[in-house]
C-alpha cells in the first residue's frame, strides 16, 4: 500500500521548489528548448549560464516542480508582480495534463490574477493560455532578447 505522502511510482508529485533543483530544472529548460526551435527561439546565451539563472528563479520566484519518481519533468514561476515567468514541461509529459495542473497551481496561489510574455510563434502556447482564461492584452514585434515577436496576456478570475 502507498503511503498518501508518498507518490505510487510514474505519479506525478507537484512540489514547491528547491535550490537543490537548479540542476534539473537548467537541462529541463535547456531540452525544451532545443526539443522546440521550430516555435520557441533558442536561448541566446551560452548553456553554462542557464543553471546559474534558474538558481535566481528559484530565490527570486514562487516555483512549483512537477517530478516523476522524483526526477523533474515540468516546474512553473511566478515572479514579482503576478507575472508567471516560466512554464515548461518536457516531452513526453506534454499533452497530458501537467501543464494545466502547473498552471492551475499558480492561478489558485495567484487569485488576483496572472500576467505573461508568450512568443507569437509559440501558438501551441497560446491556444493553450486562451483555454486556460487568458486574453491577449498586447505584444512587441521582437522588443525582447531573441527578437522574436510576442504576445502580453493577461488572467483574471471571473
Not at 520557441?40 to 538558481?55: G, K, N
Not at 510563434?121 to 522588443?143: I, L, M, Q
Amino acid at each position: 500500500m502507498t503511503s498518501s505522502r508518498t507518490p505510487a511510482p510514474g505519479s506525478v508529485e507537484i512540489r514547491r521548489g528547491l535550490p537543490d533543483d537548479a540542476a534539473a530544472l537548467a537541462d529541463l529548460f535547456w531540452r525544451v528548448h532545443v526539443e522546440n526551435t521550430a516555435t520557441i527561439p533558442m536561448i541566446v546565451h551560452p548553456r553554462q549560464t542557464v543553471q546559474p539563472f534558474l538558481r535566481s528563479v528559484l530565490e527570486s520566484c514562487e516555483v512549483w516542480v512537477a517530478t516523476v519518481d522524483g526526477r523533474p519533468v515540468g516546474f512553473a514561476a511566478v515572479g514579482a508582480g503576478g507575472d508567471l515567468d516560466h512554464l515548461y514541461v518536457g516531452r513526453p509529459h506534454t499533452g497530458t495534463g501537467l501543464g494545466a495542473r502547473l498552471l492551475g497551481r499558480a492561478q489558485r496561489c495567484h487569485p488576483e490574477g496572472l500576467a505573461l510574455w508568450v512568443f507569437a510563434s509559440n501558438t501551441g502556447a497560446v491556444r493553450f493560455y486562451e483555454r486556460h482564461g487568458f486574453v491577449v492584452v498586447g505584444g512587441t514585434d521582437g522588443d525582447n532578447e531573441e527578437g522574436a515577436p510576442d504576445l502580453r496576456m493577461r488572467w483574471a478570475p471571473a
